[in-house]
């Protein structure tokens, strides 16, 4: 995390680079070996759920401000494109990036009343703005088809359909990885010290110059977009939504991923995302006791590793991930 | 000609009247303490010159340039810092970092160039890192401790982080609230001589401090405040020798 230096990289940079790339390796690779669909499919939700986790973790993580809403964004995105494309048969590509436009200007306009409140009253606000955009989905049956969800279509892309399991891995794992690095980027950037002081102390922040309020808005505005962009993505490529996408229980899972992966940590959300994810599946064989299980695994992993699972990797002198 | 004018500055929390028609003025280049006992009203004239309080009468100027009530960003703009009697730091951020959130409005501070790392920004970071690194020298924090979590340090060195952190922005005004606060003997005399060496570069310094030690060592000129009202202005000697002040710090002599 240390501004680097001229004359020799930091370890942990290094480190960094090469995991990246490692990862990016995989990613080209592993559907080749992994032939089964299912684990595709698996890691596919991974990619999705840690692309909404990323930006969340940007908010709370590291500007300290809670979101109990994120989900209305999530699903937002995803009805965004599914009545832009089914509906009215727009070009899913451009409804894609428009949506996601939309969702980035909706978070700026909530973010500003929003979020000159703090703490608890943070919390019932954004929880409060989930649930409206939860029961606009299910009551506006004539455009959402209500609870019983939509139909939507496929991704294509200048002609070219992302299609199969294979592909839509490859796609949601490089705009991860990508939006990683940038991420990375920002939160040792001067902008992204300034988030990080405004989360441990605001007014010091404020008497440094950084206008904390614009700042606070930028990034709820950018978590609100990457939480659509996870929304759109899971619509084309599951091609059926219902507005349970929205609902409170969607926004305490991507918290939980933070959390649990390590809030105010580049990788804590992805390592989050694979346990939030992949434990309920794996936990499947228990036959309703995988609930039980699932919450005494989170509940041990904020006991042993209060920052959750990205404070494990750190390194002695107290860098995280 | 003075930098800093304070004029009649009153202001009221519901029926406490916590300052009433307090006047200073402060000359470019001198160190300015402001002292009295607890619950004088220290700390809010302080929170009302950076900004953090709006007064409820008065007017407060920087170099003739009206800043009353202005947003502590502004005022940082118009270069005024200040440090915290209870540390303001991001003890999850290093060391050298933290210093560097003081140079923000010296860094192209973007989302999109910090996300994209622009080549510019890169520039701009490695000059103000340097930058950075010689202040922290200057306010005495070894090399081994820059990259080291600002949470880790001890308490002193934290206490000059947070000066290394304000002389950051480049401020023609300095205020420092209680800087000596919970510091050892030695570490008060390196703080004295600290203040000294801030104010021999032109920096202003405007001191909030209970150690009067420190505060007669340093100052040029002391304003003291009891329950809200200025008692008496001027140099330490002429302070220490006052009556009213004696008055106020020790009690009255019985007339008898």
Sequence with gaps: MEPSKPTRKAPLDWYWTMGWLVALL?????????????????????????????????????????????????????????????????????????????????????????????????????????????????????????????????????????????????????????????????????????????EKAEVAAQVSGIDTMTAKVRVFAISAALAGLSGCLSAYYSGFITPNMANIFHSVELITIVVIGGAGSVMGPVLGAIVVTVLPQALADLEGYEVMVFGAMLIAVLLFAPHGIASLFSSRRGKRL | MSFLTVENVGIRFGGLVALADVSLDVTQGEVYSIIGPNGAGKTTLFNIIS????????????????????????????????????????????????????????????????????????????????????????????????????????????????????????????LLDEPAAGLNNSETVEMAELIRKIARSATTIVLVEHDMGLVMKVSDRIMVLNYGRTLAIGTPTEIQNEPHVIAAYLGEEDPQ
């Excluded at chain 1, 999530?74 to 899913?92: F, K, M, N, Q, S």
């Excluded at chain 1, 000159?116 to 606009?136: C, D, E, N, P």
């Excluded at chain 2, 502004?74 to 730091?89: D, E």
């Design chain 1, 26 to 198: 995989a990613v080209c690779v592993l559907p080749l070996l992994v032939t089964n669909p299912y684990y595709l499919d698996v890691l596919i939700r991974i990619a999705f759920n840690g692309l909404a986790a990323v930006g969340l973790n940007l908010l709370l993580g590291y500007a300290g401000q809670i979101s109990l809403g994120h989900a209305g964004f999530v699903g937002l995105g995803a009805y965004g494109v599914g009545i832009a494309t089914a509906t009215y048969g727009c070009d899913p590509f451009l409804a894609l990036i428009v949506t996601v436009i939309i969702c980035f200007c909706l978070g700026w306009l909530v973010a500003k009343p929003v979020l000159r409140l703090k703490g608890h009253y943070l919390a019932m606000a954004t929880l409060g703005l989930g649930l409206v955009v939860s029961i606009m989905l299910n009551a506006e049956e004539a455009w959402t088809g209500g609870p019983d969800g939509m139909v939507t279509s496929e991704l294509s892309v200048f002609g070219f359909a992302a299609r199969g399991e294979t592909a839509w891995f490859r796609i949601s794992w490089i705009l991860l990885l990508f939006v990683l690095v940038l991420t990375r980027n920002l939160i040792r950037s001067p902008a992204g010290r300034a988030l990080r002081m405004i």
């Design chain 2, 51 to 174: 900004g953090l309080y709006r007064p409820t009468s008065g007017h407060v100027r920087l170099d003739g340039e009206q800043i009353t009530g202005l947003a502590p960003v502004k005022l940082a703009k118009a270069g005024l810092r200040r440090t915290f009697q209870n540390l303001q730091l991001c003890p999850s951020m290093t060391v050298i970092e933290n210093v560097m959130v003081g140079a923000h409005l010296s860094l192209p501070h973007g989302f999109v160039q910090g996300a994209l790392r622009f080549a510019s920004l890169r520039r701009a970071e490695q000059s103000t890192c340097h930058r950075c690194e010689e202040l922290l020298d200057f306010v005495g924090i070894t090399r081994v401790d820059h990259s080291r979590l600002a949470g880790q340090l001890p308490y002193g060195a934290m206490r000059r982080l947070e000066i290394a952190r304000a002389l950051a922005g480049n401020p023609r005004l300095l």
